[in-house]
Nanobody, 122 residues
């Protein structure tokens, strides 16, 4: 399984960034793609998930209403549009696929990319 994230960078509070995730090689074409993040000194936090057919978007409470997950089938890419960014959104963001293809459950295992850094700073 290959997963590659891109799109991170520096943004001001209230600003926006769009992350991209391209994943391939999972045993089934039908599964969830998850975004999780980890801030320095903190545990991994689930951010959002979407099914590979573009249905069933889910969001963590801390990003609900600000982030939007979507999928472009033609580009085989999942996007995470992040608006109204806050200082506390600063973290390394990872795109992951669980071993069972489900929503990230924090138990470890699965596949993830190298991540992309998002820094929110004034």
């Amino acid at each position: 399984v290959q997963i590659r994230e891109s799109g991170g960078g520096l943004a001001q509070p209230g600003g926006s960034l769009r992350l991209s995730c391209i994943a391939s090689g999972f045993r089934s074409p039908y599964h969830y793609i998850n975004w999780v993040r980890q801030a320095p000194g903190k545990e991994m936090e689930w951010v959002s998930s979407i099914y590979t057919d573009g249905s069933s978007p889910h969001y963590g409470d801390s990003v609900k209403g600000r982030f939007t997950i979507s999928r472009d089938d033609a580009k085989n890419t999942v996007y995470l549009q992040m608006n109204s960014l806050k200082f506390e959104d600063t973290a390394r963001y990872y795109c992951t696929i669980e071993l069972d293809g489900g929503i990230w459950d924090g138990r470890g295992g699965g596949y993830r990319g190298q991540g992309t850094q998002v820094t929110v700073s004034s």
